[in-house]
């Protein structure tokens, strides 16, 4: 009997001691302060590659643009089959499609390293390459 109570109190203290953090913790607190300047925010990066609109007459920026876009479609490709390979392994019991899904990742990883480091080598030569910008 005394255990009994002794748990029923142990659960007591714990819920109340809940109850009295929720109260502290999610209570409304106003701080009342006079209205502050508004604030002038400057973006960190003017505008994201993607949106940039192209001049018609500047070849340049637009293989620049492809260029990017084909590189970013290589990487979601890329991954997307790392996946694809992971599920096959995972889901399967058969030898030969445990190693099918190892191939497909594998392959992937070299794809995704091809087409990392055909940009590293492109900027390493000299960055404005791949702005085509001479």
Known sequence: MQ???NKNRCWVKRISATAFLMIVLFSNTYVYAADPAPV??????????WTKSINPNDSGAFFQ??????????????VIMIMYGGIKYMTTDAWTAKEEG???IKNAIWGLILALVSWLILYTINPDILSLRF
């Open 102 to 104: 190892k191939d497909i």
């Open 65 to 78: 643009q492809i260029f990017n876009t084909m590189l970013a479609i290589a990487v979601t490709l890329a």
């Open 3 to 5: 255990n009994y109570l």
């Open 40 to 49: 002038q925010f400057k973006a960190l990066e003017p505008e994201a590659p």
